[in-house]
């Protein structure tokens, strides 16, 4: 290791008349910097020395040859230069004043105390730090967090801006600051700093996780002049910004098919319709993966197809571009985006609502777990050395859990619920038309923001709901208003901490796990995994299956639906209800009723019924029936008394219920309809069935009108006197 640089005493007598001019800056550098004599005759020789090799005053130095003296590493510094580490922090900070470094990270580790108190001011910094901790903290920022990292953050912030002013940070400086910060941890803390300075009006918006900058490969194999229509089209597109950035990915999926199967196709000017035809066959064997962007490290093996919804996504996405294309005359129109990107009848079929109501036992362990949440049953991350850090506060917690569970919201609304939005019943409610009264404060109101079928509505929920929020908005942290991306009005987030409300996946990855885990169930039930939006058809299915059940139409009010048809995919009839109607309603006795038969086993014998003769009776109750092919028989439910029919009565009948070799059998009949009407209904659906039948041969040959004129009176039979034995399901 090089000694520390040794010099004469008398060397500024010598040289110093001469070196004035240059060494002047040098000295007022060192000077802010508290450097003693004999640091600061150390920085001075480094300085001359490296001078003499470079050949040039260090005013001149460029920014790299600046990093090149003072090494990215301390180590490497004292080795090259000898002496304490002292000499490579004054030097920094001559670097820093008068070499106009800006680059910090290129010179590895430093003191960013160091540096900033002596460029800016200890009073000022400390003022600084207080005024921004101070709002992290009453954000819900950590102790911890703010006392051991704020300073390190902002000071080096400021130096990288050459100013103390807060003021002359903005969006742009700090999203261009972020990636050169020295270390990773100060880079993901500065996104909650920018929360902080929105919420003191520094900024307009914070820096988000998503705004790290994307990876510029994932565009390439895309044709250059594609991509240029693709971005104007993201910029111009009136869609919500979540389908266009859909879409916008579709679309680099298509550029890179286009570039594999037409590289003479470069703009959607060039498309026709055979070209959109080979596309949308292309698009039914798409798989996923493919034309993407793939990491050395991603599998290729698997192929699996795309999903019907997927498939519908990517004809979609390419039909509106060129539409718009041609609507805005962009490109020739050649032929109708609409009909030559047409979904195929076999996706087309594929597509439809699919809410998925829970299990009734996995459900009710999930609504035991959400009633008796305890702070221990919320998710930590971190280790022991830090404490276990739970992201959000109980009750934050607890409430969201709660609405989840009882409100039957979509995801994005429970995200976009606003502070106030819970309004007490303090009378008893009367319904309108009725003396039905709702006692006051068993339900609350609940203001649910505008969603993505229709305008804001007000639904009445349960109290436990109401208390739950109102207990978090006790204890939430006073936020600046946001912009809600849906309806354009400034509002303040129910469900918002630090600075942020808690994103649409909070519940599917979070919530739900933290349930499933104190319930002691699986986070899939027989039809899946649970998410939240199961939760919805859940409720929806338990409220019309209810012993007094929401009407369709109700419960299209308080799930918000625009219209019925996307009620009913929600209100599902339970299998329990369906199957206990299904038994009720008798549909297999309905259609079957049981005859008795008597059998004349001598006539079978003698060989009898081979001549012709009856041997097989069929009982009415009133008579028995001796047609053999009894039950086509249009009259067997109003017999007109033909020549098979044996009135009970007569010497015949008597005797074949007198003989020992009969046999009683059952038979089933099938009824018509009107035969069921006339069992079930009485005497005035039977003499219906007469007047229906009264023109219809009978087995012997005359209709029972010709038999009632040979006659003279009736010859139907009255129901009353009708006996007939039914048999029970």
Same mark, same amino acid.
């Given at each position: ?305 795309? &999903? ?37 009848? &076999? ?383």
């Amino acid at each position: 290791m090089t000694e520390t640089p040794r010099f004469s005493p008398k060397w500024e007598t010598q040289f110093g008349a001469c070196l004035a001019r240059l060494l002047h800056p040098l000295d007022e550098v060192l000077t802010i910097t508290g450097a003693s004599k004999s640091n600061r005759n150390g920085t001075v020789i480094i300085l001359l020395r490296e001078m003499h090799r470079l050949q040039t005053s260090f005013w001149a130095w460029s920014e790299q040859e600046w990093i090149g003296v003072l090494h990215p590493r301390a180590a490497i510094f004292a080795k090259h230069h000898g002496g304490a580490d002292a000499y490579r922090s004054h030097l920094l900070a001559a670097s820093y004043l008068l070499g106009g470094l800006s680059d910090l990270a290129a010179i590895g580790h430093f003191t960013q105390d160091w540096l900033a108190v002596r460029v800016f001011g200890r009073d000022i910094l400390d003022l600084l730090v207080e005024h921004v901790g101070g709002e992290m903290i009453r954000l819900g920022f950590g102790k911890k967090m703010v006392d051991v990292h704020l300073h390190n953050l902002l000071y080096e912030v400021l130096l990288m801006n050459r100013s103390p002013r807060l003021e002359d940070l903005s969006f742009e400086v700090l999203t261009e600051i972020r990636p050169k910060l020295t270390s990773t941890h100060l880079k993901s803390y500065i996104v909650s700093f920018t929360h902080a300075l929105v919420s003191l009006d520094y900024l307009e918006k914070p820096i988000t996780v998503s705004q790290q900058g994307g990876n510029l490969d994932t565009l390439a194999g895309v044709p250059g002049e594609w991509l240029k229509y693709c971005e104007r089209w993201r910029k111009t597109s009136t869609l919500a910004k979540s389908s266009r950035k859909g879409y916008y990915w579709c679309l680099i999926k298509a550029g890179r098919w286009l570039a594999q199967y037409h590289p003479e196709v470069v703009s959607p000017g060039q498309w026709t319709r055979e070209l959109a035809a080979e596309y949308v066959a292309a698009v039914m064997n798409f798989g996923i993966g493919d034309w993407t962007h793939r990491n050395d490290g991603q599998d290729e093996s698997e192929n699996t197809p795309l &999903s019907a919804k997927t498939k519908v996504q990517h004809l979609k996405a390419v039909s509106s571009f060129i539409r718009d294309c041609q609507e805005w005359n962009w490109i020739p129109r050649h032929f109708d985006p609409r009909r030559a990107f047409t979904t195929p009848r &076999s996706i087309q079929s594929l597509l439809g609502p699919n809410p998925r109501a829970i299990d009734d036992e996995i459900w009710a362990k999930l609504m035991w777990a959400g009633l008796n949440l305890t702070e221990e049953d919320l998710p930590v991350f971190g280790s022991q050395r830090t404490h276990y850090l739970r992201c959000y506060p109980f009750e934050l917690v607890r409430a969201c859990t709660l609405v989840w569970l009882f409100t039957g919201l979509r995801a994005d609304e429970i995200c976009r619920l606003r502070v106030g939005c819970i309004r007490w019943q303090k009378e008893d409610l009367v319904v309108t038309g009725t003396d039905d009264v709702v006692p006051k404060e068993v339900i609350c109101w609940l203001n649910v923001p505008v969603n993505k079928t229709g305008s804001a509505f007000t639904k009445p929920v349960d109290r436990i709901v109401g208390e739950a929020i109102d207990t978090w908005e006790q204890v939430r942290p006073t936020h600046r208003k946001e912009v809600d991306h849906k309806s354009g009005e400034m509002v303040e987030y129910l469900f918002s901490f630090k600075g942020r409300r808690i994103s649409m996946d909070y519940l599917n990855h979070t919530v739900i796990p933290m349930l499933c885990q104190k319930a002691g169930v699986p986070q899939e039930d027989s039809r899946g995994a649970i998410t939240s939006h199961r939760a919805r058809s859940t409720i929806a299915t338990q409220l019309f299956n209810a012993k007094e059940p929401m009407s369709l139409f109700e419960l299209q009010e308080w799930l918000g639906h625009r219209y019925a048809s996307s009620t009913q995919h929600y209100a599902k009839v339970k299998l329990t209800k369906l199957a206990k109607s299904f038994t009720q309603a008798g549909y297999f006795e309905r259609n079957i009723r049981v005859v008795e038969v008597l059998l004349d086993q001598e006539a079978v014998k003698s060989g009898a019924a081979a001549a012709g003769e009856p041997w097989r009776f069929y009982d009415l109750g009133h008579g028995y029936c001796s047609y053999d092919f009894f039950d086509q028989c249009p009259h067997r439910m109003a017999c007109a008394k033909c020549t098979f029919y044996v009135p009970k009565e007569s010497s015949q009948a008597q005797i074949l219920e007198g003989k020992a070799n009969l046999q009683r059998m059952l038979q089933e009949i099938p009824l018509s309809d009107d035969e069921r009407e006339a069992v079930e209904e009485g005497i005035e659906a039977l003499e219906k069935l007469s007047a229906q039948l009264v023109d219809i041969p009978t087995p012997a040959g005359p209709t029972p009108r010709q038999l009632q004129e040979n006659s003279g009176k009736s010859s139907f039979v009255s129901l009353q006197s009708v006996q007939r034995r039914f048999s029970q399901a």
